[in-house]
């Protein structure tokens, strides 16, 4: 069954210290990957896709196929990347998109 | 240029109603998506529509439909409320499948 799952409900970091915001996802074919943020009273936004290998906002994630991954990185969190963050995986021509059950970050001062 | 839009943003019912939710998408996306928020489940797909054609289903009961119009605008209905249904409906549109999604503000489902 295709599936995208996020271990951690809350990571709590503070201002500075490194951020991995973990997401594995089950599917045998060539996934489309995403990560979307929630930031308080805000919609729901792309915040980057593996198939653009772009940084935004000093995240950056990188697909691992042999571990199945899509970890979302950043060197030195702020107190403003306080959000909830999902992984989402939309399998080829699917025309699907599977969200995992998220993770609240919080940025400690 | 507008972004999604959902109406309406809250809605109350109670339990054995039906209801029916609004997303107008973003001028020119022709792909809306329909997801359940919940706090414990994160997002759950419901359906996609394109050009009024519905081509992906999520794992919801038959109470759960929507349908989508020549204009994009896409509506959903739930049939026979549960408590269960209380979540927070979130519509997205795409220009294309696979492509990154702008999401609606959401409709607040409360059943009593």
């Known amino acids: 069954a295709q599936r995208v799952t996020q271990p951690e409900k809350l990571l709590s970091v503070f201002k500075g210290a490194p951020v991995e915001l973990k997401c594995n996802y089950s599917?045998?074919?060539?996934?489309?990957l995403f990560w979307y943020v929630q930031y308080s009273r805000q919609r729901l936004q792309l915040l980057l896709r593996?198939?653009s290998r772009e940084s935004i906002k000093g995240f950056t994630a990188d697909l691992n196929k042999g571990e199945t991954s899509f970890h979302l990185k950043k060197p030195f969190a702020q107190e403003e990347d306080s959000a909830m963050y999902y992984c989402?995986?939309?399998?080829?021509?699917?025309?699907?998109?599977?969200f995992g059950t998220g993770t609240r970050l919080k940025v400690l001062a | 240029k507008a972004g999604v839009t959902q109406t309406p943003r809250y809605l109350i019912k109670t339990r054995g109603q039906q209801v029916t939710l609004s997303c107008s998408p973003i001028s020119g996306h022709r792909s809306v998506s329909w997801y359940q928020q919940t706090p414990g489940q994160g997002l759950q797909f419901l359906f996609e529509?394109?050009?009024?054609?519905?081509?992906n289903k999520g794992n919801f009961p038959g109470r759960f439909s929507g349908r989508q119009f020549s204009n994009s605008r896409s509506e959903m209905n739930v049939s026979t409320l549960e408590l269960g249904d209380s979540a927070l409906y979130l519509c997205?549109?795409?220009?294309?499948?696979?492509?990154?999604?702008?999401f609606g503000s959401g409709t607040q489902l409360s059943v009593l």
């Open positions: 989402a995986l939309t399998p080829s021509g699917t025309y699907k998109y599977i």
């Open positions: 593996h198939i």
């Open positions: 529509y394109f050009s009024e054609t519905q081509r």
């Open positions: 599917y045998s074919g060539s996934p489309e």
């Open positions: 997205a549109s795409s220009l294309v499948q696979g492509e990154k999604l702008f």
